[in-house]
């Protein structure tokens, strides 16, 4: 037998080497089809996750434009934003997780957000009923882009306990340029001696051109607060959110009534001599209403021009109006509008369509918007008289009439 001549051994030896190099190509393709997975799999995720308006059609969404526009968040909107609004978003959209609602807290803070069914976002009405959403972690996505920095607050909402701040800062969280702490920090009236190191490592990170914001409506009651705020900064933009002194004091009474049925009524609390008719300044309940009186404490660190007065009513009544008001006060671009929100009948307040973090309509939690208790009508009589002289003196030193008489 003649021995294979230099063509067929050549090709023999070529087989081995094609074998490998097939290897090496299905290794380099299977390695390409999984990355591409995961940034498919990253990219469904950011569709269920809000955005900022963007112009759709029936109109763009500038400040004060009318027309259509939709809450976006998907790849497709992400990707025609300028690079700066890209890394913005990025760093708003931290991971979020479930979990039961908390135990109510001294200091009157609850579980204050729910999440409803994705039906209801279409139109008024629902049960508001759903599960409490957690507070993100912080800035978790900007640790893991390692972008981003934690400052202390330029804004913080001082109050008023029950007048509406919670609902204020979670309308305010929907801005892609604001960034806020969700729980109360309570560093300028029980944590102070903690120092500003402390306080700010409490703080999200944030990129050049976002707010830093927090809020704990004790501040506005805590004497020492004002001269605190202003040794921090005597720049802080400040947020009073203000309300009815009287239907406040019931919906404080309301809120201790519910983790303490024992207590006295609201009608033996509120008079120190019922018969004689005078009114318990000592309780917190009516203390805290004598707006004028804590305005002052303020005034002698801040000028009123850096300062805003929200009213609670309106807040409940026109959302966006009043949210155009704190974005103008704020330096902010007028993203949050009419097309944020819906009223929920069942529950009296407005929702918002989508929540930071979430492609499902919120509304504040069960805790918020409780039946308030009858109330004597002379009794109610008796502290509008009361508070009446401090609320047309508050008018005067904010320049804004709330309509309270």
């Given at each position: 037998m003649a021995p294979?001549?230099?063509?067929?051994?050549?090709?023999?030896?070529?087989?081995?080497?094609?074998?490998?190099?097939?290897?090496?190509?299905?290794?380099?393709?299977?390695?390409l089809l999984t990355?591409?997975?995961?940034?498919?799999?990253?990219?469904?995720?950011?569709?269920?996750?809000?955005?900022?308006?963007?112009?759709?059609?029936?109109?763009?969404?500038?400040?004060?434009?009318?027309?259509?526009?939709?809450?976006?968040?998907?790849?497709?909107?992400?990707?025609?934003?300028?690079?700066?609004?890209?890394?913005?978003?990025?760093?708003?959209?931290?991971?979020?997780?479930?979990?039961?609602?908390?135990?109510?807290?001294?200091?009157?803070?609850?579980?204050?957000?729910?999440?409803?069914?994705?039906?209801?976002?279409?139109?008024?009405?629902?049960?508001?009923?759903?599960?409490?959403?957690?507070?993100?972690?912080?800035?978790?996505?900007?640790?893991?882009?390692?972008?981003?920095?934690?400052?202390?607050?330029?804004?913080?909402?001082?109050?008023?306990?029950?007048?509406?701040?919670?609902?204020?800062?979670?309308?305010?969280?929907?801005?892609?340029?604001?960034?806020?702490?969700?729980?109360?920090?309570?560093?300028?009236?029980?944590?102070?001696?903690?120092?500003?190191?402390?306080?700010?490592?409490?703080?999200?990170?944030?990129?050049?051109?976002?707010?830093?914001?927090?809020k704990t409506p004790?501040?506005?009651?805590?004497?020492?607060?004002?001269?605190?705020?202003?040794?921090?900064?005597?720049?802080?933009?400040?947020?009073?959110?203000?309300?009815?002194?009287?239907?406040?004091?019931?919906?404080?009474?309301?809120?201790?009534?519910?983790?303490?049925?024992?207590?006295?009524?609201?009608?033996?609390?509120?008079?120190?001599?019922?018969?004689?008719?005078?009114?318990?300044?000592?309780?917190?309940?009516?203390?805290?209403?004598?707006?004028?009186?804590?305005?002052?404490?303020?005034?002698?660190?801040?000028?009123?021009?850096?300062?805003?007065?929200?009213?609670?009513?309106?807040?409940?009544?026109?959302?966006?109006?009043?949210?155009?008001?704190?974005?103008?006060?704020?330096?902010?671009?007028?993203?949050?509008?009419?097309?944020?929100?819906?009223?929920?009948?069942?529950?009296?307040?407005?929702?918002?369509?989508?929540?930071?973090?979430?492609?499902?309509?919120?509304?504040?939690?069960?805790?918020?918007?409780?039946?308030?208790?009858?109330?004597?009508?002379?009794?109610?009589?008796?502290?509008?008289?009361?508070?009446?002289?401090?609320?047309?003196?508050?008018?005067?030193?904010?320049?804004?009439?709330?309509?309270?008489?």
């Amino acid at each position: 037998m003649a021995p294979p001549g230099p063509a067929s051994a050549l090709s023999t030896s070529s087989e081995p080497l094609s074998r490998s190099i097939f290897r090496k190509f299905l290794l380099m393709l299977c390695s390409l089809l999984t990355s591409l997975y995961v940034f498919y799999c990253l990219a469904e995720r950011c569709q269920t996750l809000s955005g900022p308006v963007v112009g759709l059609s029936g109109g763009g969404e500038e400040a004060g434009a009318p027309g259509g526009g939709v809450l976006a968040g998907g790849p497709r909107e992400l990707a025609v934003w300028p690079a700066a609004a890209q890394r913005k978003r990025l760093l708003q959209l931290p991971q979020w997780r479930r979990r039961r609602p908390p135990a109510p807290r001294d200091d009157g803070e609850e579980a204050a957000w729910e999440e409803e069914s994705p039906g209801l976002s279409g139109g008024p009405g629902g049960s508001g009923a759903g599960s409490t959403v957690a507070e993100a972690p912080p800035g978790t996505l900007a640790l893991l882009l390692d972008e981003g920095s934690k400052q202390l607050p330029q804004a913080i909402i001082i109050g008023v306990k029950k007048g509406g701040t919670r609902a204020l800062l979670e309308f305010l969280r929907v801005h892609p340029d604001v960034r806020a702490v969700g729980a109360e920090p309570h560093f300028f009236d029980r944590s102070y001696d903690k120092g500003l190191a402390w306080y700010r490592d409490l703080m999200p990170r944030t990129l050049d051109g976002q707010i830093t914001m927090e809020k704990t409506p004790s501040y506005f009651v805590t004497r020492e607060a004002p001269a605190r705020i202003s040794a921090m900064s005597k720049d802080t933009k400040l947020i009073v959110v203000v309300r009815d002194p009287v239907t406040r004091a019931i919906s404080d009474y309301t809120q201790t009534l519910s983790k303490r049925p024992d207590i006295p009524t609201f009608e033996s609390l509120t008079f120190k001599n019922r018969t004689a008719g005078l009114i318990d300044t000592s309780w917190s309940a009516i203390q805290i209403g004598i707006y004028a009186k804590h305005l002052e404490h303020w005034l002698r660190h801040f000028p009123i021009r850096q300062m805003l007065f929200v009213s609670g009513e309106r807040l409940i009544s026109d959302p966006a109006g009043e949210l155009g008001r704190v974005q103008d006060f704020l330096g902010l671009k007028r993203i949050i509008t009419d097309k944020h929100f819906y009223f929920n009948k069942t529950k009296g307040f407005p929702c918002l369509k989508k929540a930071e973090g979430s492609s499902r309509p919120h509304c504040l939690g069960k805790t918020k918007g409780r039946t308030h208790p009858e109330i004597d009508r002379e009794v109610v009589r008796r502290l509008r008289e009361f508070y009446r002289p401090f609320n047309l003196k508050f008018y005067q030193m904010t320049g804004h009439d709330f309509g309270w008489d």
